[in-house]
């Protein structure tokens, strides 16, 4: 015999919610002044939130926040030794709202 737990339904994903890796990705990127890039994101989110999010998760919440709609732009800049690191940058819509989603 099995047992049957009622869940709660699921709330509605707030994008601004610091405590996730979501939220934080998300705030960092729309506080920025300009480009970042991973590496700059995690050390926003290290010193603003008190977490260390990796690059590849990081990166992840991006192409999230992509899905949530977000309108994030990408470009390569010159790196040291050949490398082709990124750059990302977070275009707020005005008047968007206060970036929920369900």
Known sequence: MSN????????????DNPH?????TYLVLRD???WLQLH???DAILER????????????RIREL????????????PGDA????HE???????GGGSGGAA
Not at 20 to 24: I, T, V, Y
Not at 66 to 77: D, F, K, L, M, N
């Open 66 to 77: 992509r899905g949530y709609g977000q309108t994030i732009a990408s470009q390569e800049v």
């Open 32 to 34: 920025a002044a300009g």
């Open 20 to 24: 996730s890796q979501l939220g934080r």
């Open 88 to 94: 990302y940058r977070l275009y707020v819509v005005e």
């Open 49 to 60: 939130f008190g977490q260390q999010d990796s690059h590849a998760a990081i990166s992840a």
């Open 82 to 85: 050949g490398t082709r690191p």
């Open 40 to 42: 700059e994101i995690a």
């Open 4 to 15: 049957v737990t009622a869940l709660a339904p699921r709330r509605g994903r707030r994008l």
